[in-house]
């Protein structure tokens, strides 16, 4: 479909921690504005450097070109209760559905058509209920330093863009949702996308990554040149819109938690990662194939205990309350049933090298 210019918004942050009050109040309405509209935004000046972004797709590029028997050294578990450690393509299975105890048949079902992706999950080394799984420290010496500084970094951002969001739906203290957020609760994640054949995503053989929406409070994406990554359109369901990729930009969106918390004001918009526009001629055996696709999300999650009830400044008559206070872990458990079997069969990994 033609696709209006301009369709995700972009918001500089330039002048955000030392301009004038002027300055902030007015990137708080733009980055709010977008998050009500669209529910996407690129975020320029984000405060996470451009040589620190390129060292991080460095290491994520090197842990994914290792032998598969060296990354199968932290596995992520069996379930979707501990979100951490590596996935080989196919494990993982994202979906907008909701499953309930009993739907195993649906899951199943769910599940046949295979997600072509890779990805390592890693969270704060504090959680208790989300523990790191590392690689040895001689497979890949040195990631696990950097992805650590590189977790907290990306958690100084997130927290400026927490404060803007604040401001922006009228809330008086800035620090509001910082009160729910340590840190301790969010994911780095790393993802690969290796080649595909554009026959199989076009016809829905396979998939990279079925529409969904995110579970916490916000996302925060880098991605590479590739392209892929879409958004629904805000005023024609059903229909996607490319997010383009634009260097050094981050890609916030809402994510569910938000969406309560400001009883549907700010938007969790579906997304996508599909067959990216034509680049590159690349075949194997005469097979038109995608060109690989690396990006980086950081999801920002409350607290696990943090009770999301809808704020009152977004409340009224003709706004009445449209959710009920939810635990954090508790929506996450609910949300995560079915992304990932409780027993993976063994020959997923061997079928998927």
Request: charged share 25%.
């Amino acid at each position: 479909m033609a696709l209006e210019q301009n369709a995700i918004p972009i918001v500089d942050f330039s002048k955000w921690s030392e301009g004038s009050n002027d300055d902030k109040r007015r990137i708080s309405q733009e980055l709010t504005e977008a998050s009500r509209l669209v529910g996407f935004v690129y975020i320029v000046n984000h405060g996470v450097p451009s040589e620190l972004l390129e060292e991080a797709f460095n290491w994520s590029k090197r842990l994914f070109d290792l032998p598969q028997e060296k990354k199968m050294l932290a596995p992520h578990p069996p379930g979707p209760t501990v979100h951490r450690g590596y996935s080989w393509p196919g494990l993982e299975k994202v979906s907008q559905d909701i499953f309930e105890d009993g739907d195993e048949a649906k899951a199943t079902e769910n599940r046949k058509v295979s997600d072509v992706k890779e990805s390592y999950e890693i969270g704060s080394e504090e959680s208790k209920l989300q523990p790191n799984i590392w690689l040895p420290e001689d497979i890949i010496p040195g990631f696990r330093e950097f992805m650590m500084q590189f977790y907290w970094k990306c958690f100084g951002a997130a927290q400026e863009l927490l404060r803007a969001l604040a401001i922006g739906v009228g809330l008086e203290d800035e620090e509001f949702f910082l009160r729910f957020h340590s840190g301790e609760n969010n994911q780095l994640r790393l993802l690969h996308y290796p080649p595909v054949e554009t026959e199989k995503l076009s016809s829905n053989s396979v998939a990279r990554m079925p529409a969904h929406s995110d579970w916490g409070t916000i996302t925060m994406l880098f991605q590479d040149d590739c392209g892929g990554l879409q958004v629904e359109h805000p005023k024609q369901p059903g229909h996607f819109v490319d997010a383009t990729p634009l260097k050094n930009a981050m890609v916030m969106n809402v994510g569910d938690l938000l969406m309560r918390w400001s009883n549907d004001y700010l938007k969790s918009t579906l997304h996508r990662v599909t067959l990216p526009p034509v680049q590159e001629k690349s075949q194997v055996d005469g097979k038109l194939m995608t060109r690989p696709r690396y990006s980086i999300p950081y999801f920002v999650s409350p607290d696990p205990k943090a009770v999301i009830e809808c704020l009152s400044v977004c409340t009224d008559q003709k706004h009445p309350v449209k959710y009920e206070p939810v635990v954090q872990e508790d929506y996450r458990r609910m949300r995560g049933k079915g992304q990932y079997a409780e027993a993976p069969a063994p020959s997923i990994i061997a079928n998927c090298n």
